[in-house]
């Protein structure tokens, strides 16, 4: 799971943090947790990473955007993240209607309640793994079960869908690609493939290899997190 938390006053963001990662032992879920003091950093690192599975937000940042603002231009780019608010005030509470807040949480937070926002997203997930994705392909829109992507490769303003069926071709970034897939069944060995671990028959120094022959190459910084991925996936 990809917890994303926006929170500016670091005591209060280190505390959420050791929260969730009390969660993820008890449930033997694997994360990974970034943290942001404020929305320029956070924005950063959406461009860098894609989109979170769960991003708790503080409304009362200071200086710059406010936890809504932030909500706001998630929700443009994708309705797929649950988005918790955390608020000090109260009256707060029924400011993110307009972005399909999952809850608000008042401070001082409660472990419950982080508890809670968590189970439901890894509910949502497991829910989500039969889901499909729509693309455009030339003048029309094509439908394709996540589960069946197999990789997905990026060759310059294309991306090359690999299903059982063939090649599915669309225009689109990678990027926007990875945010629409399931994070704990895909994962990007190289900054031009997203590989679905289903479909992985071998992991190699460098490569992997797919079902079907297909051989994938894996950047020396990814090659511990492939690994580590591979292993907790298949058990």
């Known amino acids: ?37 404020n929305a320029d950093a956070f924005f950063f690192g959406l461009e860098a990473e894609g989109l979170f599975d769960i991003l708790f937000l503080d409304i009362d940042m200071g200086e710059g955007q406010s936890g809504i603002e ?8 994708s309705d797929k ?11 707060h ?23 809670a926002a968590l189970d ?7 829910a989500s793994r039969e ?3 729509v693309v455009s392909c030339d003048r029309e829109k094509k439908r394709i079960v996540v589960n069946d992507i197999r990789y997905v490769e990026s060759h310059r303003y294309m991306l090359a869908i690999h299903v059982p069926e063939g090649i599915v071709w669309t225009r689109d970034r990678i990027s926007h690609m990875a945010a ?16 679905n671990l289903k479909h992985v028959e071998s992991v190699g120094k460098g490569t992997m290899t ?20 591979m292993y907790a996936f298949f058990g």
């Not at 990809?2 to 008890?26: H, N, S």
């Open 1 to 37: 799971m990809r917890i994303a938390i926006c929170e500016d006053v670091q005591v209060q963001r280190e505390e959420l943090v050791r929260v969730v990662k009390k969660w993820a032992t008890a449930n033997a879920e694997p994360l990974v947790v970034r943290e942001y003091k």
């Open 70 to 77: 932030v909500a706001q231009r998630v929700r443009k780019l």
């Open 81 to 91: 993240s649950v988005i918790v608010f955390t608020t000090a005030f109260e009256e």
């Open 93 to 115: 509470v029924f400011s993110g209607y307009k972005v399909q807040a999952y809850d608000y949480l008042l401070k001082p937070i409660k472990k419950e309640e982080v508890f």
């Open 120 to 126: 439901h997203v890894r509910q949502r997930r497991k």
């Open 131 to 133: 889901d499909t994705i």
């Open 180 to 195: 629409l897939l399931p994070k704990d069944i895909f994962v990007f060995p190289h900054r031009s493939f997203i590989v």
């Open 210 to 229: 797919m079902v079907g022959g297909a051989i994938i190459p894996i950047a020396r910084p990814n090659q511990r997190d492939i690994d580590k991925r």
